[in-house]
């Protein structure tokens, strides 16, 4: 089977992730995959597959690109209009927009651009049942699937070296920093830790537009001996700063699925995060960690003390849900569903 997974713009993100995982599991499945964008900012790893700038200028050009391959599977708004052009199978992978902030322009371009082409969709994939449901308010589609991300468990497991533990307890956050995943909270709540925990840490990886405003926000509580403010991390070392911690936090008010709590709790970490759809979701099905009320510092204090305590409850929890969600079961149900469009033309 050739598989393109398609995308506008190809960046450090949850979907490019996900992009990546599934086509290095389909190319093992001996699969043939390219990853195609119209703009890289940044560039896949390795994996077996070709990567290639799809070719917009020329519209002959653009279908006898696409013709080339028996399923296009796109992961980004921009690029769904590619089933305006192509002739094989379409799937449409959604993984959401804010619909505040910055996020709320590519929400808006999002649905613009499903509205437009799904009619040629042979199949939808919402990546939790909290996306599907999303997408029910807007649309009427009788091909969606659930299909949730997923972890490589051979990377993200028990009894890796704590390399990066810095206190007792130590918590973890890591994704991107903008706006909406609200790590100023976590700051906040780390605050009144160290008043019963005088060894408490907090490490934060990752980079973006809240960067330098989170820095101020430590120095000016004198919280330098207690958060680490990492930035962006190797791939290869990102498991490692997970085995150190004790406890997985997340503030974020925006996710349909939220992938750093599945590694977190590969690795065996009971995981805390705020009361949004998506995360109760995962948290009701994995019984892995606690939901906490946003904004409550209190509430997020004594949710993290009480994991902490409790770690060994929620840590067998967490290894059998992650074990459940390996990616190689994820790349399985994928290619249920491309045998499925192709032979049927529907999802």
Not at 105 to 119: E, G
Not at 242 to 271: H, I, N, Q
């Amino acid at each position: 089977m050739r598989v393109l997974m398609s995308a506008g713009l190809y960046d450090i993100s949850g979907f490019s992730t996900v992009m990546e995982k599934l086509a290095g599991k389909l190319v093992e499945r001996d699969h043939e995959v390219t990853i195609g964008a119209l703009f890289f900012r940044s560039f896949p790893l390795k994996g077996g597959y070709e990567v290639v700038t799809i070719p917009v200028g020329n519209i002959l050009k653009l279908r006898r690109f696409l013709g080339d391959f028996d399923v296009v599977h796109n992961h980004h708004p921009i690029t769904n209009y590619l089933a305006l052009v192509s002739r094989n199978p379409f799937a449409y992978h959604y993984h959401g927009a804010p619909n505040f902030g910055k996020g709320s322009v590519l929400r808006y371009n999002m649905l613009l651009s499903i509205k437009l082409t799904s009619h040629l969709y042979d199949a939808v994939i919402a990546v939790s049942k909290t996306a599907a449901s999303e997408l029910r308010r807007y649309f009427n589609f009788n091909n969606l699937n659930v299909i949730s991300n997923g972890v490589d468990i051979d990377r993200f497991k028990i009894g890796l070296e704590e390399k990066y533990r810095k206190g007792t307890p130590q918590l973890l956050f890591v994704g991107n920093l903008y706006k909406h995943k609200m790590v100023k909270e976590l700051i906040f709540a780390m605050k009144e830790l160290v008043k019963s925990f005088s060894k408490a840490y907090l490490q934060i990886v990752g980079e973006g537009e809240m960067f330098n405003e989170l820095k101020g926000l430590i120095v000016r509580h004198k919280l330098d001996d207690h958060i680490g403010l990492v930035g962006r991390v190797d791939d290869c070392d990102l498991p490692f700063y997970y085995a150190s911690c004790d406890v997985y936090v997340t503030a974020s008010r925006w996710e349909l699925f939220g992938l750093p709590l599945l590694e977190a709790m590969a690795c065996g970490k009971p995981v805390i995060a705020s009361a949004i759809p998506a995360h109760m979701e995962l948290l009701d099905e994995s019984q892995a960690g606690l939901i906490y009320a946003e904004g409550d510092i209190g509430n997020l204090n004594s949710k993290i003390v009480e994991c902490f305590e409790k770690a060994e409850r929620f840590k067998k929890n967490a290894i059998r849900f992650a074990n459940k969600h390996d990616w190689s079961q994820v790349a399985d149900k994928l290619i249920r569903l491309y045998d499925r469009i192709i032979s049927n033309g529907t999802g």
